[in-house]
């Protein structure tokens, strides 16, 4: 039998970005009796975008299907909301953070994210941004992943390593767990 008391919820929100839409959203999941379990921000170009995860009973829950559409439109965001479950874990020997830079180029996102899904690797986090350094434009990519038990770490690095120098990017890893 499920249990009630711990429903969750993906809730995504889009708009242009004016103070006091965090504020608004927020006071609508508490006012819901919604917890917050995990959230990010991020502005995108002159979006505001806000993700979180909530976690409540099944009516609070509903409570927050049922109202965001209406605050939505009062705030002018685009909004999505999606069922969820608890996250099941893996099996993970180690998890890191890859730091990456070097000149901006078509295609070096794509071809680090598809290193990743060909080593079988999960990606937990992502950022990545360009800035001008000098009249040229740099790309920076910030990740954190999880390495499979099955996945020899060293293996893997030497692997990344050859992929950094064909893509002519400096990176740095570091172990978080």
């Not at 559409?69 to 608890?86: A, F, I, N």
Request: proline share 2%.
């Amino acid at each position: 039998m499920a249990t009630f008391a711990n429903q969750q919820l993906v809730l995504t929100a889009i708009g242009e970005d004016r103070s006091g839409i965090v504020s608004e959203l927020t006071k609508l999941v508490s006012d819901c009796h919604c917890n917050i379990i995990d959230s990010r921000i991020a502005i995108l170009g002159n979006e505001f975008t806000f993700i979180m995860l909530l976690a409540g009973d099944m009516a609070a829950i509903c409570r927050v299907e049922h109202l965001l559409p209406v605050k939505s439109m009062e705030l002018g965001l685009l909004t999505m909301m999606k069922r969820t479950s608890k996250h099941q874990q893996g099996e993970y020997s180690a998890g890191y953070t890859l730091e990456y830079h070097g000149i901006d180029t078509p295609g070096t996102l794509s071809k680090v994210t598809g290193f990743f899904a060909e080593q079988n690797i999960s990606i937990s986090s992502l950022k990545s941004d360009t800035y001008d350094q000098d009249g040229e434009l740099m790309m920076r990519c910030e990740l954190e992943v999880n390495i499979p038990v099955e996945v020899d770490s060293d293996e893997f690095k030497i692997k990344f390593e050859d992929l950094s120098r064909t893509l002519n990017v400096d990176y740095i890893f570091r172990r978080i767990r």
